[in-house]
């Protein structure tokens, strides 16, 4: 038993070898990356080890199942990531909201849902462009340098994107707070 225990681990180690630079280079390809592209690389190579009956399978092709894995664990990645931006961005707008109504005053729980949508309604309303750097500036913390370089725009373009936004932002959000106060 234990020489067979030890055959397997050769040839996993053969396996490894051979194969972990592709594994890797995809992964790094598909998450731009290196580190992400290790740990998902590692990763393939964890769960493989745990099912040796499809890599000492000499007949099968392990491109195809390597490849598959790969892409399936990248897949979770971006997935997982795009749940945690979606809860950044749900808490940064609160945030948002916040800082607002600290400043007026004037909201409760009802007028906070109503703003929130006014808020949610403008942004949708902008240009994709505008709206994806007002989102990147106010609810990512990005600084207008880092959005400039992320988006390759001038600065002076983002400031003035976020500007206008602002601009969008202020006129609904006055309006909504004008038809509060008259329906008091």
Known sequence: MENNDRRIEIQFQSFF?????????????LLKSEDDAEDVAQDVFCKLWTKPELWLDNDREPDSYLFTMTKNMVLNIFKHRQIEQDYQMEQAEKTFLYELTEKEGILNGVYYKEMLLIIRLTLEKMPKRRREIFELSRFSGLSHKEIAGKLDISIRSVEHQVYLALIELKKALLFFIILANIFK
């Open 17 to 29: 070898t051979a194969y972990f630079p592709t594994v890797k280079n995809f992964a790094r390809m």
